[in-house]
């Protein structure tokens, strides 16, 4: 790794390990000479343009502020101009009084952080480069010409998004009732908003920095309160009217990651088919989250919104199947989009699973058939083995069923459970046993081959493991037999996407091989994301991956080449949380609760499917979007 | 209750309560500009940023929760340096004359000269005297560099028969959006903030007349000379006027009034910002709609119409005539062919005196209020 040969970020007070900085290894082969930004300044070139830097970035800071308090809205303006007088050599001795002047004046006082974070890079950078600035005030400094930047406006939560949703931009339009911008911006990064409004595992939450004050903000609340908006026909959404395209995409999977690519590439002018093996749109999303927590309806709005950008949709179409990769580069499509998912189930490694016992279904499958309406599996007592979300929505499923003595059984204890605590909780109100601490040996079957128990092996935990969580040991004859009429397995999911592609692309996990940033395989006009190349993962990762897809698709077929920009690496840069650690805590104390939406009591809803959460009226949406503290952090880099 | 201190005042608090609570509940003054009560404060202005100890930011006393054991300085050399450069700002940033209008005219310099053109501008301020950032830039002994004035190119709006809109002296507080959208609910004055690059023409809270109902609030919020009507444009300054409260005579609810008067005549009709029942809240005939009490049209004695034409009368012969009238009426036709309408613009013993009229005296039920149509 290159250090940098001045570097105060966070004070100097530990380098944070900025790995992605190994910037040889990026693919784009971009550099960076040197960045400013909140914590500070890094440069790895010291003949870089300082004077030309600090008015770039000055000039970006001018451009975000926003208006609303004096200090930022007009110190900024007075500063850009101050930086562009020195690089033009009209500047004066006094003019770098006045800049570090403005930018602690700015700092102690402005409303949000576009402002507050303005003074350590601003005094960083003239005070590493101060001849160079004394001499830009002499007028005797050589102006380098043509020197490039890239910049990148984030916040905590927006870098922790992986689609990097712009959430303090939409909270405070929902603030001043501006609820049609509020969502053109979450569009822009967001393809399904009312989906990830309902379900997602909310990254930018656990990040808020409202959350060391009192409680972090309700940002998942506050988007689906915009999308059931949208869908009550509210919002007046900034026409998209692209320039259409001749090019067409092939995609494949109406999942999550296929339907993003399809409305970014959609928003380009781009035409696209998605092929869909099943009979209706949304993938997991649909299949896999039972609609008590997310609604068909939002799925075939969003699905309709796709459409209206110009993708068609050919349901019950079986890429490898039905229509080979070959034949679609035959009929003409430039690229084609992977996002297959991940929908095969995972073995238990325990006897009885393989046997075809009757009442013994994997938990996707469950899920898929109760989606579809039906009552999969038969009794009275399940046994769901698994931890995480997909375990909850199959006991919460069960109960909806009919089934009056539903069992969760995890092999380590709650505090390990990856499902979203909400959802925990929710579960255990529902009536579910939860047992922890117990692994599977065995699904037992009665005589006729239908499930009548599941033989397990109580754990203890041991030493951690990689993931950080402590590994179950068995404990020695401790085997014990829950009776039961079903069992469901819910511990995981898998590829399969060496049904269709060539094995070039197809990891010795069934995975698609496909670049991180940019999607694109070693063929060169296959791209992919989403679950079929991370394996089980998140909703709003795969949103990520249909729109990062689109992006680089719409640079493969401008240019033939997707090589990622200095754009993309200024992302990755701040994918690292460790470029945010250092902020202090705030100085008052924290009075404010978040806004809660209100729930169906338990005893109704194990009634039937009906949503279990309401939205959050416009009133409490206002309050709560009041209390975003707008952590804005700018970074500009020479290039 | 917890405790905190005030430029070394220990002082106790209810939790919830801001910086800017405490400080008013003890008397203790921090000069605002944006805030606007009885409305969430949006920290916009960072006029009454105050120190707190162990940080180096300076918090906004409007909407910064007060803390158990908080050491809060209102007036520090550091407070007073930044308040004093956020006035500055303030100031440079539009087409405010009123701290040279006192010196001779020839020892002004092109921007001021290029001020006094601008329409509206000719003479004082209308905020003249009565004017936040006037009294704010006096008291923190602000002076602006020519070269720092950005005067130009601010949009006016002078297109409606009330309310002159004048940007070139907006300071961009966001009261009027406030008064418009949270203390009329209007919603004329759409929040205009946000990305400068997505606003290359600025931020103006611009009125939608669509929406508007010339009610005024966002003139009585104005704090600057930006939005003034035009029935009070130059005819006098804050001080020369007298202040009249009284009730509004337009309906039933009572508001109170604020009368500004100056030789005997009203000039401007404002809302009692601490009166019950509108707390400073007007409608548009409430607060503009005065002028008629100086017309030349008023009638001035009762007037009876013979053979077409109208004549003047005593109050007694009318009276007399009137009262013969409505006799021959209930004989002929009984009380109930007579019927009274109260006028909203009487008081309230009045009207119970008409009701009286009607029904005691008349005996019918046929009394009304027009309030009512």
């Known amino acids: 790794m290159r250090h940098p040969e001045i570097d105060t970020w966070n004070g100097k007070a530990r380098d944070p390990d900025l790995s992605v900085l190994d910037m040889e290894k990026w693919p784009g082969r971009t550099t960076l000479r040197a960045i400013m930004g909140w914590n500070g300044i890094k440069v790895w070139d010291k003949t870089v343009d300082a004077v030309a830097l600090l008015a770039a970035y000055l000039e970006k800071t001018k451009d975000e502020s926003c208006g609303q308090c004096t200090p930022c809205r007009l110190g900024t303006v007075q500063m850009a101009g101050l930086a562009k007088g020195l690089t033009q050599g009209r500047g004066k001795t006094e003019d770098l009084t006045r800049l570090k002047f403005l930018a602690v004046q700015i700092s102690r006082t402005a409303r949000c952080d576009i402002g507050r974070t303005l003074a350590r ?32 406006v984030t916040a905590p939560c927006v870098a922790a998004c992986p689609s990097h949703v712009d959430v303090p931009f939409y909270l405070e339009n929902i603030r001043m009732d501006r609820w049609s911008e509020a969502m053109d911006k979450v569009r822009e990064d967001c393809p399904m908003p009312g989906t990830i409004g309902r379900v997602c595992v909310r990254p930018c939450e656990t990040r808020c920095r409202r959350g060391n004050l009192d409680e972090a903000l309700a940002i998942k609340g506050l988007k689906r309160f915009l999308a059931d908006r949208e869908m009550e026909g509210k919002l007046t959404p900034k026409p998209l009217a692209p320039p259409k395209r001749p090019e067409r995409v092939a995609i494949v999977g109406a999942g999550p990651a296929g339907l993003s690519c399809a409305y970014y590439l959609g928003r380009q002018g781009i035409k696209t088919t998605i092929f869909e093996a099943q009979e209706g749109p949304g993938g997991m999303a649909a299949y896999g989250i039972p609609s008590y927590r997310l609604p068909r309806s939002v799925i075939a709005h969003e699905a309709a919104g796709v459409e209206a950008l110009g993708a068609v949709i050919r349901y019950n179409t079986r890429v490898g199947r039905d229509i080979t990769l070959e034949d679609l580069a035959g009929q003409g499509y430039k690229a084609v989009f992977v996002g297959a998912g991940a929908p095969g189930p995972t073995r238990m490694n325990c006897k009885g699973e393989d046997q075809g016992y009757e009442n013994f279904m994997p938990g996707v499958d469950f899920l898929a058939r109760a989606a579809r309406g039906e009552k999969p599996l038969n009794g009275d007592r399940v046994a769901v083995v698994g931890g995480g979300n997909v375990a909850m929505d199959c006991v919460r499923t069960a109960r909806r069923l009919g089934f009056t003595d539903v069992n ?46 599941l033989k397990c092996l109580r754990m203890e935990l041991g030493e951690p493991d990689k993931s950080g969580r402590r590994r179950p040991v068995p404990i020695e004859g401790s085997e014990f037999v829950i009776a039961c009429d079903a069992v469901i397995p819910a511990i995981g999911q898998a590829c399969a996407v060496d049904q269709f592609l060539p094995q070039a692309v197809v990891s010795e996990w069934n995975t698609l091989v496909a670049d991180k940033t940019t999607g694109q395989t070693q063929v060169p006009h296959i791209f992919g994301g989403g679950d079929c190349a991370t394996g089980p993962d998140i909703l709003i990762r795969a949103l990520a991956a249909g729109k990062y897809g689109a992006k680089s698709i719409v640079r493969y077929l401008d240019t033939g080449d997707c090589t990622p920009g200095p754009e993309d690496l200024m992302e990755a840069l701040t994918g690292n949380p460790a470029l945010f650690e250092t902020d202090p805590p705030l100085p008052y104390p924290g009075v404010t609760r978040r806004e809660e939406a209100s729930v169906l009591a338990p005893e109704t809803r194990i009634q039937s499917f009906d949503e279990v959460e309401a939205g959050l009226s416009p009133a409490q949406a206002r309050q709560e979007a009041n209390r975003c503290l707008r952590c804005y952090r700018i970074l500009v880099a020479a290039l | 209750m917890p405790i905190l201190s005030i430029n070394h005042n220990s002082l106790e608090f209810q939790p919830g309560m801001t910086i800017l609570e405490v400080a008013r509940k003890n008397n203790i003054h921090i000069p605002t500009l944006c805030h606007l009560a009885g409305c969430t404060p949006t920290g916009q202005c960072r006029i009454c940023v105050v120190e707190v100890g162990g940080t180096d930011e300076l918090l906004p006393a409007c909407e910064t929760p007060a803390g158990e054991g908080m050491k809060i300085m209102t ?206 809240r007007l409608c548009v005939k409430g607060r503009f709609g005065f002028d008629f009490i100086y017309s030349e049209e008023r009638l001035t004695s009762p007037l009876i119409k013979e053979n077409g034409e109208f004549r003047k009368a005593s109050w007694d012969e009318a009276l007399d005539l009137v009262a013969q009238k409505f006799t021959t009426i209930i004989q002929e036709s009984g009380p109930d062919a007579l019927a009274g309408v109260s006028c909203a613009r009487s008081i309230n013993e009045d009207s119970y005196q008409m009701q009286k009229l009607f029904r005691a005296v008349f005996k019918t039920n046929n009394i009304d209020h027009c309030a009512r149509t």
């Open chain 2, 75 to 280: 007036h520090s050399p550091g407070v007073h340096e930044a308040r004093k450069t956020i006035i500055e700002m303030l100031v440079a940033s539009g087409a405010h004359n009123c701290l040279v209008m006192q010196s001779p005219a020839d020892s002004w310099n092109s921007d001021q000269k290029g001020i006094m053109e601008q329409p509206w501008h000719g003479g004082l301020c209308p905020a003249y005297g009565d004017c936040r950032l006037q009294d704010l830039a006096v008291e923190y002994d602000v002076h602006v560099k020519e070269d720092h004035l950005a005067w130009e190119g601010h949009p006016l709006d002078d297109a409606t028969p009330i309310i002159v809109r004048d940007f070139s002296r907006c300071i961009l507080c966001g009261r009027c959006v406030q008064a418009c959208n949270d203390v009329q609910v209007n919603l004329a004055i759409t929040p205009p903030w946000g990305r400068r690059a997505d606003h290359p023409e600025g931020w103006y809270p611009a009125a939608d007349y669509e929406a508007c109902t010339h009610c005024g609030e966002c003139v009585q919020a104005c704090p600057v000379g930006a939005l003034f009507d035009r029935k009070s444009f130059g005819k006098a300054l804050a001080n020369e006027m007298d202040h009249i409260r009284t009730t509004c005579p337009y309906c039933g609810v009572g508001c109170q009034l604020l009368l500004h008067v100056k030789d005997g005549k009203i000039l401007k009709v404002t809302g009692v910002e601490d009166g019950s029942p509108n707390k400073g």
């Open chain 1, 121 to 152: 890079p601003v005094l960083d950078l003239m005070e590493s480069f101060s001849k160079d600035f004394e001499a830009a005030a002499r007028g005797t400094k050589r102006v380098e010409e043509g020197q490039a930047y890239t910049s990148l």
């Open chain 1, 408 to 453: 969760l059984i995890y092999r380590r204890t709650e505090a390990e459970m990856p499902a979203d605590a909400l959802e925990i909780k929710e579960a255990r109100e529902e009536g579910v046993n939860f047992h922890m601490l117990m692994a599977p040996i065995e699904v037992q079957a009665d005589a006729d081959g239908k499930v009548s128990g």
